[in-house]
């Protein structure tokens, strides 16, 4: 259990992020959170050995474990990998374990993995052999359930009993993002090795089309065109700094927003204030939802006058911002 833990914030972060273990790594519960990650909220446990397995038949040549060299390195991923899957799963909750015997029991499986020649590999075997072996040498954690409470009050006749200390909040996150890093991985790995789409129907992979388009002359030109962007970015901001940037972008989006408010009212940019008023008020009487009877029409009339005021009130603010701007300068100049 955890402890000074608030149970809102449990149930909000469930809601939130429950599907990927967040509540779990707010509660301490480290394991928990990397096996609701990688199961996708505790359904579907068997993904992370399905997309294992295509990692293995598909980003190494079919006839893999014919070769030795890359045989035992397969192999020895897949033995450590099942230990830790092992392991990770076994002890969650009051269990404890010796890292050492999952191990053990998948490496009495690699023969299954690596010396079959002439048959498939078998990863069943190691993950049977290290789970019975886990379970054999499993112990029953006392420290787990704990009463702090029982502690404190017996502190100077059992001093050696301590509470089970939970990781650090920013060690969780670490633990738990490396762990996230590894899934992604073998996941975006095997999709990517996978991945099939339909053109003009032709079954084509991914994996070829990003290849193709990595070499293409499009791509090329853009890679250029994004360099020399990011070139002059660079240079920007050793010149202006960031708060130049920012303002650079504000007044680009700005100057969008009063474009389109232009656009609207059908008028010139160097448009008076009179004009734009004058505007305004043709356009406001043209498309004045009272004006339609018809459901349609006057369901359109009344986005297209929505769209009216907004822009006159845009254009509006703008000149009257712009004006005020103008007369504090000549007030103080300096």
């Given at each position: 259990?955890?402890?000074?833990?608030?149970?809102?914030?449990?149930?909000?972060?469930?809601?939130?992020?429950?599907?990927?273990?967040?509540?779990?790594?707010?509660?301490?519960?480290?394991?928990?959170?990397?096996?609701?990650?990688?199961?996708?909220?505790?359904?579907?446990?068997?993904?992370?050995?399905?997309?294992?397995?295509?990692?293995?038949?598909?980003?190494?040549?079919?006839?893999?474990?014919?070769?030795?060299?890359?045989?035992?390195?397969?192999?020895?991923?897949?033995?450590?990998?099942?230990?830790?899957?092992?392991?990770?799963?076994?002890?969650?909750?009051?269990?404890?374990?010796?890292?050492?015997?999952?191990?053990?029991?998948?490496?009495?499986?690699?023969?299954?993995?690596?010396?079959?020649?002439?048959?498939?590999?078998?990863?069943?075997?190691?993950?049977?052999?290290?789970?019975?072996?886990?379970?054999?040498?499993?112990?029953?954690?006392?420290?787990?359930?704990?009463?702090?409470?029982?502690?404190?009050?017996?502190?100077?006749?059992?001093?050696?009993?301590?509470?089970?200390?939970?990781?650090?909040?920013?060690?969780?996150?670490?633990?738990?993002?490396?762990?996230?890093?590894?899934?992604?991985?073998?996941?975006?790995?095997?999709?990517?090795?996978?991945?099939?789409?339909?053109?003009?129907?032709?079954?084509?992979?991914?994996?070829?089309?990003?290849?193709?388009?990595?070499?293409?002359?499009?791509?090329?030109?853009?890679?250029?065109?994004?360099?020399?962007?990011?070139?002059?970015?660079?240079?920007?901001?050793?010149?202006?700094?960031?708060?130049?940037?920012?303002?650079?972008?504000?007044?680009?989006?700005?100057?969008?927003?009063?474009?389109?408010?232009?656009?609207?009212?059908?008028?010139?940019?160097?448009?008076?204030?009179?004009?734009?008023?004058?505007?305004?008020?043709?356009?406001?009487?043209?498309?004045?939802?009272?004006?339609?009877?018809?459901?349609?029409?006057?369901?359109?009339?009344?986005?297209?006058?929505?769209?009216?005021?907004?822009?006159?009130?845009?254009?509006?603010?703008?000149?009257?911002r712009r004006q005020l701007i103008n007369t504090q300068k000549r007030e103080n100049p300096y």
């Amino acid at each position: 259990m955890a402890d000074n833990k608030s149970l809102i914030l449990t149930y909000i972060f469930s809601l939130i992020g429950g599907l990927f273990g967040v509540h779990h790594l707010y509660l301490g519960r480290t394991q928990h959170a990397l096996v609701w990650f990688t199961t996708f909220g505790g359904f579907g446990q068997y993904l992370t050995s399905v997309f294992y397995g295509f990692i293995t038949y598909y980003a190494f040549p079919d006839t893999w474990h014919k070769q030795s060299l890359l045989s035992l390195f397969i192999g020895c991923c897949t033995v450590f990998a099942i230990a830790v899957g092992t392991q990770m799963m076994g002890t969650i909750g009051p269990r404890q374990c010796s890292f050492m015997w999952p191990l053990l029991g998948a490496i009495l499986g690699m023969p299954f993995i690596v010396w079959r020649s002439d048959l498939s590999p078998s990863f069943n075997i190691p993950a049977f052999l290290s789970s019975w072996i886990f379970e054999w040498k499993i112990e029953w954690n006392p420290t787990y359930f704990f009463d702090e409470s029982v502690m404190k009050s017996n502190e100077l006749q059992c001093s050696k009993l301590s509470k089970r200390k939970r990781r650090h909040f920013i060690k969780r996150c670490l633990i738990f993002g490396f762990g996230i890093i590894i899934f992604t991985s073998i996941f975006t790995t095997a999709l990517y090795q996978n991945l099939q789409v339909d053109i003009k129907g032709r079954r084509v992979r991914v994996k070829d089309v990003l290849i193709d388009f990595f070499k293409s002359q499009q791509f090329l030109l853009l890679y250029q065109q994004l360099l020399n962007v990011l070139r002059q970015l660079w240079s920007f901001y050793l010149k202006h700094g960031f708060k130049g940037i920012w303002t650079q972008i504000w007044m680009a989006l700005d100057s969008e927003s009063e474009r389109q408010a232009f656009e609207t009212l059908n008028i010139s940019y160097d448009a008076s204030q009179k004009t734009i008023e004058t505007q305004c008020r043709t356009l406001s009487r043209q498309w004045h939802p009272d004006k339609h009877r018809n459901p349609k029409d006057k369901e359109k009339a009344e986005a297209i006058f929505m769209n009216i005021q907004q822009a006159c009130d845009r254009l509006s603010n703008e000149r009257k911002r712009r004006q005020l701007i103008n007369t504090q300068k000549r007030e103080n100049p300096y």
